[in-house]
T-cell receptor
Framework: AQSVTQLGSHVSVSEGALVLLRCNYS??????LFWYVQYPNQGLQLLLK??????LVKGINGFEAEFKKSETSFHLTKPSAHMSDAAEYFC??????????FGKGTRLHILP | DAGVIQSPRHEVTEMGQEVTLRCKPI?????LFWYRQTMMRGLELLIY????????DSGMPEDRFSAKMPNASFSTLKIQPSEPRDSAVYFC????????????FGEGSRLTVL
């Protein structure tokens, strides 16, 4: 069975500062891992995904994430936060079926 | 290309009434998912289909909930009878079903049960 844990339901960073959103996973098989973003009153959109190729994955809008098997982590980072990054971010995991399990989400607040 | 289309976008109903939510997946996608989002429980997978066949419905809360996918371009999620605790945003998502995990979400149906 797969699961993800996102540390921190709310994270606040200043505009221009580093964004770090934490995700730890549990999986009985080599996982596929994802980060999705949700803007208000919208569905989720894929930011980036790890599917067992390069461990450092680059996504849209300057985000990237690194898969660390030893730490069972897949943290999301962005070097410099922008006001438009304010949204809710979800980490997700799947095994080798189509069942995708999401974490509870982290709401990112950007301070001017 | 059209994305995943859900209807209605908003539904307000009274306890005990039947609610039907509809979803049209992206053409060519052969997996379809229904999720429920609430503040308390986050995003919960209710059921998913592959090639119109229900694969896993273990997330369906109880017998009041049912989902169907009569063909590749249409799915419904029905709640009968509805209860106030069913109030949530219900999302439909589709994927190519190739284990890539890349889901394409609709904009959701916000259900309020009074």
């Amino acid at each position: 069975a797969q699961s993800v844990t996102q540390l921190g339901s709310h994270v606040s960073v200043s505009e221009g500062a580093l964004v770090l959103l934490r995700c730890n996973y549990s999986s009985s098989v080599p996982p596929y891992l994802f980060w999705y973003v949700q803007y208000p009153n919208q569905g989720l959109q894929l930011l980036l995904k790890y599917t067992s190729a390069a461990t450092l994955v680059k996504g849209i809008n300057g985000f990237e994430a690194e898969f660390k098997k030893s730490e069972t982590s897949f943290h999301l980072t962005k070097p410099s936060a922008h006001m438009s990054d304010a949204a809710e971010y979800f980490c997700a995991v799947t095994g080798r079926d189509d069942k995708i399990i999401f974490g509870k989400g982290t709401r990112l607040h950007i301070l001017p | 290309d059209a994305g995943v289309i859900q209807s209605p976008r908003h539904e307000v109903t009274e306890m005990g009434q039947e609610v039907t939510l509809r979803c049209k997946p992206i053409s060519g996608h052969n997996s379809l998912f229904w999720y429920r989002q609430t503040m308390m429980r986050g995003l919960e997978l209710l059921i998913y289909f592959n090639n119109n066949v229900p694969i896993d419905d273990s997330g369906m809360p109880e017998d009041r909930f049912s989902a169907k996918m009569p063909n590749a371009s249409f799915s419904t999620l029905k709640i009968q009878p509805s209860e106030p605790r069913d109030s949530a945003v219900y999302f439909c998502a589709s994927s190519r079903g190739t284990n890539t995990g890349e889901l394409f979400f609709g904009e959701g149906s916000r259900l309020t049960v009074l």
